[in-house]
């Protein structure tokens, strides 16, 4: 998977599309991620004790991986991902727009 916690990215496809936020959790299993601030769902906690209330609670859900593009932080625009190997052997991740080191 090309995505990493903490990538900038921009949303490309469903009902958050051309918002952006940070990735904060991965699922690569799934093909999926959790980006913070979108696909916001709403889910209900029951009680946990007697005489306590249920709540309704906003969460991030995850998001599948074709729905989204990473944001070069060189360029700041929305960039396909690709890689490239260093002369010590080191793979890196570049923006496919600028050619630089994400």
Do not use: F, W
Request: proline fraction near 5%; glycine fraction near 10%.
């Amino acid at each position: 998977m090309k995505i990493k916690k903490n990538d900038n990215i921009l949303v490309i496809k469903g009902k958050d599309r051309n918002k952006t936020g940070k990735v904060i959790g991965i699922l690569p299993e799934k093909g999926k991620v959790v980006v913070g601030g979108v696909n916001i769902i709403k889910r209900h906690q029951r009680p946990k004790k007697s005489g306590q209330k249920g709540q309704i609670l906003s969460v991030e859900a995850p998001l599948r991986v074709e729905n989204i593009m990473v944001i070069c932080p060189k360029c700041g625009a929305p960039a396909r991902v690709g890689y490239k190997k260093l002369e010590n052997g080191e793979k890196v991740r570049i923006c496919k727009k600028c050619n630089q080191e994400i």
